[in-house]
């Protein structure tokens, strides 16, 4: 039995990780369910019914840190799959077909054998939510068709004018409410809203650990590296409302602020430049990416990705919670985008900032252009843009990046 | 009876001429393609070797890139159905054929009969085909027929993972600033070619016997490479340029004998 | 014939010079139009306005200035869409629509290059329940309240409901219309199908309806001749340009239906009845069916061409992907392995408006004709 208490911070992200699929592993085995989810939908109502929950593009990204990639993204291309779709979802398509596979064979398919991927079993139902993008709308229909399983929807409209207005609450409301019906009848019980209580109060305290891990990244000079953030992301979208993630956020939080007491910092006394990373990681080159950066004394101190999970809300209050789910910046008009991004700009302090250009996210690159102007009129910082993907390891050159940054990392120098 | 078929391609010309309908009386390969004097010079050739004249020519039908350019045919018939009928000729058990060209890629699925059931094709980018390796060969200043002999020496293939030509270019050119071997960079670079491929050929289904046509089957490496990523054997069809030429000129005695 | 021929080339004209039918409304009426981007826009709120909702489709054109905002794998549409706006070509335009059911279509919203005002709205997706039809209710209530103040008029309930009227009368002539030109493909080629369906976006709809029953009433008088060539279905966003569209007039494949955005998807269903004219266009949402952007947990879509593929007695599926539309790439793999399943025969090329040349294509397509 592992002794929590006695754990660092890395050591819980590992274990806890660990944990969560052999959770799913286990409910598959005894016959409980299992439900596959986009990673900002909201997890409370499953999880207030016991169902073990899995996050399709977690483990897609760990597939991708780990170069297992290229093998499942040729499983969805044989299928025909574009190679212009989402490469989280080939992923995942790619994965979840071969499951199938070794589900009705009842043999495994080698290329799954030799896969790096952490194993995870097949869903009884799917929730996705479009906060981060359309594209999931589509990635878990095909998921239900494929496995014949329910999917659970939960719409949040594109934002084109803020402040959110009451009737798109009243209609996410509603949905929380219809997909409550849909979970009565998927479990065959009653649901339980007690328990939901509790664990909209356990998200509350995980969204308020992570926020508190974050925030240690405005620091100058910096006791995170925001990199690490990318990896710990993991958690916050995994184990939301559960209390690993709580407890792992607390805890590196405390050596994060122990470290800050004690004037150590990420980059130990060479932090020259802090930039803010604008878009997703690109997982099957992040080491790459990192040491590119850092080989240039530049920190990432800056990213719109924590604030993601910052999904505040009143727990029993309906429309609060509607409004944490629908107000993701990349879910609202292009000002309202640009004023969260500015915020975390200046919040990490940044010299400067890096766009990646994902050819998988249409969302998240096609307004790069508008909004690296607008935040260059507001601040005046420089700032490059260079293409990648965030799980295709083809789409990259080291190159291209390698070149961008330094021109970035002399620019921000020459500055000071 | 003597028929006659011309496929012109983007970066060569070939012709056919064929009695009776299995006889190959001449097959000539010109490498120049459509719009040029590409096509002329191949026939001319074609005349040479067989002796014969235009008006020996009963009828006539062009294929290729460049067919409906080729005003003097009897008739124009896609380069999918003149590769199948050209290889189920040459090879009756075909039922996969992989055709690698200058400018695509395709797979095509046979039935017993000879007849196409469905293709795939990658027509619209340069990776997978003939102009990647040309511009791979370039950049590693070796000329496209060292390229097998060279492949031969590689003890470890590099990785060569873009789906983009230029970026595919940029990776070489880091590849050989470390040192790494040309012949283990050449290695890689079948691998990739051979994976645009073989993604055509999983979309089709794998069924045996495969067989490659087209330039690029010239380079045993890319074969080699492919019959490695399926795990099976793929043979390449002789003269494997003018398969399409042979087709066309099939049509046209199947054609003749309808009269 | 003659007058067939006539009322054909008038939609041609139309379909082809959009630009002078906005001019031409504009003069006669003395209102101008308003801009409508696809997908399923509440036109009939303009078509209240006594404005011309002018449907915007990009066209074939080469891209320079667009690369500038647009990185190249945005979808082809929207990158010649873009390009117009650079060229100006939309500034005429008393206000633009947007709807926003894919992630290309809510970053360009965001980012309209033209001089005319936007307005954006976006579609529920949760289609399920009554609370989505609430929703677009009260998109539709902004969106009016918007066109209202750019136009300085007043839309009122009966107007719309008028409008309504006639644009069900359309969508049930052009259903018909599909099915006439099934039958008569020796008179209605693809080109000629495709031109008469355009026309409908430039076009005050009534005046549309009109011409299209004279042009069926002359064609029901003939005798239908049988069809030797192959028939085809055709599924996408968009069949264009007209290039694309003569190589299936050259190798004899009929379109016998189609599941296309641009074209049957418009019309497939009416607007419902019910008291509030707002509401009726809403539900219309809910009613729609068989389109990538309209989330369908069922994935109806494959058993939908199916069964047109049945009915039609047709050759095969002519798949028009749109190049790097994301909605549509999705639907293809599941679609497709249901096709396999029934025997029905397909092939997916690229629509990409920018392109110049054909030959590949052809290829394709005379390939496709030549195995079915």
Redesign the interface.
């Known amino acids: 039995m592992a002794d929590i208490n006695a754990m660092k911070a890395k050591e819980l992200l590992a274990h806890y990780q660990v944990t969560l699929d052999e959770e799913a592993r286990q409910a598959k085995k005894e016959g409980r369910l299992v439900c596959w989810s986009a990673s900002v939908a909201p997890p409370e109502l499953c999880v207030a019914m016991d169902i073990a929950m899995v996050y399709p593009e977690t483990h897609a990204a760990g597939i991708g840190a780990r170069k297992g990639a290229?093998d499942m993204i040729?499983v969805a291309?044989?299928?025909?799959?574009?190679?212009?779709?989402?490469s989280y979802?080939r992923v995942n398509l790619g994965y979840m077909e071969l499951l199938k596979q070794q589900a009705l064979t009842g043999e495994t398919p080698e290329v799954l054998a030799n896969s790096p991927a952490a194993k995870v079993p097949l869903p009884d139902l799917v929730i996705t939510c479009?906060n981060i993008?359309?594209?999931l709308?589509?990635?878990?229909?095909?998921l239900?068709?494929?496995l014949n399983i329910?999917?659970i929807?939960?719409?949040v409209?594109?934002?084109?004018?803020m402040p959110i207005?009451h009737?798109?609450k009243?209609?996410i409301a509603?949905?929380f409410k219809?997909a409550i019906t849909q979970l009565e009848e998927i479990c065959g019980r009653p649901f339980d809203y007690d328990r939901f209580y509790e664990v909209q109060q356990q998200t509350q305290r995980s969204v308020s650990a992570w926020k508190r891990v974050a925030s240690l990244a405005s620091h100058k000079p910096s006791p995170l590296n925001a990199f690490d953030l990318f990896n710990y992301m993991a958690l916050i979208v995994c184990a939301r409302s559960r209390d690993y993630s709580e407890i792992t956020f607390n805890k590196f939080a405390e050596e994060l602020e122990e470290n800050l007491a004690n004037g150590v910092y990420a980059f130990k006394g060479n932090e020259k430049n802090r930039i803010t990373w604008e878009g997703i990681a690109v997982w099957p080159h992040l080491s790459h990416t990192f040491k590119s950066l850092k080989s240039l004394d530049t920190i990432m101190t800056g990213s719109a990705y924590p604030g993601l999970w910052n999904l505040e809300y009143t727990p029993g209050d309906w429309h609060s919670m509607a409004e944490a789910y629908t107000r993701i910046y990349i879910n609202t008009?292009?000002d309202n985008k640009v004023d969260v991004l500015l915020d975390v700009i200046n919040s990490a302090k940044s010299d400067g900032v890096v766009y990646h250009?994902n050819?998988s996210c249409?969302?998240m690159?096609?307004?790069n252009?508008?909004t690296a102007d607008k935040i260059q009129k507001e601040t005046g910082l420089p700032y490059t843009n260079f293409d990648g993907d965030q799980t295709?390891?083809?789409?990259f050159?080291?190159?291209?990046f390698d070149t961008r940054v330094q021109a970035l990392a002399e620019t921000m120098t020459a500055r000071q | 009876m003597i028929t006659m078929g011309i496929d012109i391609g983007s970066a060569s010309s070939k012709v056919v001429i064929l009695e009776n309908g299995n006889k190959i009386l001449a097959a000539e390969v010109v490498q120049i393609g459509t719009g040029s004097s590409g096509p002329r010079k191949a026939l001319e050739q074609a005349f040479h070797a067989s002796g014969l004249k235009q008006a020996d020519i009963e009828k006539f039908v062009a294929t290729g890139y460049g067919r409906s350019a080729y005003e003097d045919a009897d008739k124009q018939i896609s380069e999918i159905s003149c590769h199948a009928k050209g290889v189920h000729f040459l090879i009756p058990d075909t039922r996969t054929i992989i055709d690698i060209g200058g400018q695509d890629a395709k797979a095509i699925g046979l039935d017993e009969q000879g007849n196409v059931k469905q293709f795939f094709m990658n027509d619209k980018c340069a990776a997978g085909t003939g102009r990647f390796l040309d511009v791979m060969a370039r950049v590693l200043e070796v000329s496209l027929d060292e390229l097998d002999d060279l492949d031969k020496l590689a003890t470890e293939p590099a990785a060569v993972s873009s789906t983009c030509t230029v970026f595919a270019e940029s990776e070489v050119i880091s590849q050989l600033s470390k040192g790494i071997a040309k012949e283990n960079i050449i290695a890689g670079i079948h691998a990739s070619v051979s994976s645009k491929a073989c993604g055509l050929i999983y979309r089709l289904g794998i069924e045996d016997t495969i067989v490659m046509t087209g330039g690029v089957a010239k380079d045993a490496g890319v074969s080699r490479a492919i019959s490695k990523e399926l795990g099976k054997t793929v043979v390449t069809a002789p003269n494997p340029q003018t398969t399409g030429a042979l087709g066309a000129a099939i049509y046209a005695y199947e054609a003749a004998c309808r009269k | 014939m003659d007058r067939i021929n006539y009322i054909i080339n008038e939609l041609k004209c139309i379909a082809d010079n959009p630009k002078k039918a906005m001019d031409d409304y504009k003069k006669a009426t003395g209102k101008g139009a308003v801009g409508i981007m696809p997908l399923y826009c509440p036109e009939e709120i303009v078509h209240a306005a006594g404005y011309l909702p002018m449907g915007i489709w990009g066209g074939h054109r080469k891209i320079s200035k667009s690369r500038a905002y647009l990185p190249p794998f945005a979808c082809s549409i929207m990158q010649t869409v873009m390009e117009m706006q650079l060229d100006s070509v939309y500034d005429d335009l008393a206000a633009v629509i947007f709807s926003v059911p894919c992630d290309t279509l809510k970053c360009l919203s965001q980012k309209w290059k033209g001089t005319s005002p936007v307005i954006v709205f976006t579609h529920p997706q949760n289609r399920v329940i009554e609370a989505s039809n609430a929703f677009l209710v009260e998109e539709f209530k902004i969106l009016k309240a918007r066109l209202e103040e750019i136009l300085d008029t007043k839309i009122s309930d009966e107007s719309i409901t008028e409008s309504i009227r006639i644009y069900n009368e359309n969508r049930q002539v052009m259903r018909e219309f599909t099915q006439v030109a099934a039958k008569y493909p020796h008179i209605i080629n693809a080109v000629t199908r495709h031109s008469v369906i355009k026309a409908r976006f430039f076009m005050e709809k009534s005046s549309h309806t009109a011409l299209v029953k004279e042009l069926l009433a002359e064609i029901r008088q003939l005798d239908p001749k049988p069809w030797t060539g192959k028939k085809v279905i055709l599924t996408g966003i968009m069949a264009e340009p007209n290039e694309m569209l003569d190589i299936l007039n050259e190798f004899d494949m009929a379109v016998v239906a189609d599941d296309l955005a641009q074209e049957s998807r418009q019309f497939r269903v009416d607007v419902p009845d019910d008291d509030d004219p707002l509401y009726r266009l809403a539900k219309w949402w809910q009613d729609f069916y068989g389109c990538a952007l309209a989330t369908d947990v069922k994935k109806y879509r494959g058993e939908m061409l199916i069964n047109m593929v049945k009915e039609q007695q047709a050759d095969g599926v002519i798949v028009c992907m749109m190049k790097f539309c994301d909605p549509e790439e999705f639907d293809y793999p599941i679609y497709y392995d249901q096709f396999q399943q029934e025997g029905i025969r397909s092939i997916s090329i690229e629509i990409d408006q920018e392109s110049q040349a054909f030959e590949q294509i052809k290829t394709r397509l005379q390939s496709f004709s030549e195995l079915l």
């Open positions: 290229l040729a291309e044989r299928k025909g799959y574009s190679l212009d779709t989402c979802a479009n993008c359309n594209t709308l589509k990635w878990y229909e095909n239900a068709k494929e329910p999917c929807i939960i719409d409209p594109f934002n084109h004018t207005p009737y798109a009243d209609y509603e949905q219809y008009c292009l250009q050819r249409k969302l690159s096609l307004l252009v508008e295709d390891p083809r789409n050159a080291p190159a291209q």
